[in-house]
């Protein structure tokens, strides 16, 4: 396993921006899928995006496509995700998440993911 840690949530108006950040804190990644999943009060676990740690492969969640941008910086061991015209439902607290599988592979699925952050909150405001 590996440890997370993310930062870069607060509170933004609709149609704002957030980029959240990950540092990504193991050794030999190149197996890992990375993810950023979501969670409202009283809503279970959502899948956002995934991102492949070797390859850079990438796979959003409709509801984010075209708004969000996921990305990695290896060198830094760092995960990001760039959240663009942001809406009231996005709302929510942001996780990043880890697991691993093949590498170049990604998932939705959330029971993959078998590392976790502590989370951090984005609010929108309307």
């Known amino acids: 396993q590996v440890q997370l840690a993310e930062s870069g949530g607060g509170l933004v108006q609709t149609g704002g921006s957030l980029r959240l950040s990950c540092q990504v804190s193991g050794r030999d990644l190149s197996m890992y899928v990375m993810a950023w999943v979501r969670q409202a009060p009283g809503k279970e676990r959502e899948f956002v995006a995934s991102?492949?740690?070797?390859?850079?492969?990438?796979y959003y969640a409709r509801s984010v496509e075209g708004r969000f941008g996921i990305s990695s910086d290896n060198a830094k061991n760092t995960v990001h995700l760039q959240m663009n015209s942001l809406r009231p439902e996005d709302a929510a607290l942001y996780y990043c998440?880890?697991?691993?599988?093949?590498?170049?592979?990604?998932?939705?699925?959330?029971?993959?993911?078998?590392?976790w952050g502590q989370g951090t909150q984005v609010t929108v405001s309307s």
């Open positions: 998440a880890a697991g691993q599988l093949r590498a170049g592979a990604v998932t939705s699925r959330v029971s993959f993911y078998d590392s």
């Open positions: 991102i492949a740690w070797s390859g850079g492969l990438t």
